[in-house]
């Protein structure tokens, strides 16, 4: 070990402060620019209507850390939800406005984008097995559930 006079000492902890208060003042502005792209991206949400892809390449971001935000920071995770429920509102309207108009043509693309994300308001198939130890669900097609039922020599 080099000995080391108090002068020396003063200075490595006088330099190693510097090096604490930089990197707070890092942190603080990697957090004022994560909070920045976090409402650009909330914005470019609404706007493309909740198309991810488009609106992360609005902004500048990855998908991945879209995906990670969302998953790390529960007000974001509920401001995302938000904007999606503005789609699905978008849709269901659109879908009455048809129906009501009588306006020919399929409304096929719009009842498979309710079925598959307007679950909580009672779209879609609710048949679900949990095939997991861990809880998560994942959908089965339905000749998986036929399968499953007992026959009559059972």
């Given at each position: 070990?080099i000995p080391?006079?108090?002068?020396?000492?003063?200075?490595?902890r006088?330099?190693?402060?510097?090096?604490?208060?930089?990197s707070?003042?890092?942190?603080?502005?990697e957090?004022?620019r994560?909070?920045?792209?976090k409402?650009?991206?909330?914005?470019?949400?609404e706007?493309?209507?909740?198309i991810?892809t488009?609106?992360?390449k609005?902004?500048?971001i990855?998908r991945?850390?879209?995906?990670?935000?969302?998953?790390e920071d529960e007000?974001?995770?509920?401001?995302?939800?938000?904007?999606?429920?503005l789609?699905?509102?978008f849709?269901?309207?659109?879908?009455?406005?048809?129906?009501?108009?009588?306006?020919?043509?399929?409304?096929?693309?719009?009842?498979?984008?309710?079925?598959n994300?307007?679950?909580e308001?009672g779209y879609?198939?609710?048949?679900?097995?949990?095939?997991?130890?861990?809880?998560?669900?994942?959908?089965?097609p339905?000749?998986?559930?036929e399968?499953?039922?007992?026959?009559?020599?059972?």
């Amino acid at each position: 070990m080099i000995p080391m006079d108090g002068t020396l000492q003063m200075e490595i902890r006088r330099d190693m402060s510097k090096l604490v208060d930089n990197s707070t003042h890092l942190k603080k502005e990697e957090q004022e620019r994560t909070r920045i792209g976090k409402a650009a991206v909330l914005e470019a949400l609404e706007k493309t209507m909740g198309i991810v892809t488009t609106s992360c390449k609005a902004v500048g971001i990855s998908r991945t850390i879209f995906y990670r935000w969302k998953e790390e920071d529960e007000e974001f995770r509920r401001k995302v939800g938000e904007v999606m429920n503005l789609r699905l509102d978008f849709l269901e309207n659109e879908l009455l406005s048809r129906i009501q108009k009588k306006e020919p043509g399929s409304n096929t693309l719009i009842m498979y984008e309710l079925n598959n994300r307007g679950r909580e308001r009672g779209y879609g198939d609710d048949r679900r097995i949990d095939i997991t130890s861990k809880g998560n669900e994942l959908l089965a097609p339905s000749w998986v559930l036929e399968k499953q039922k007992p026959t009559k020599e059972e």
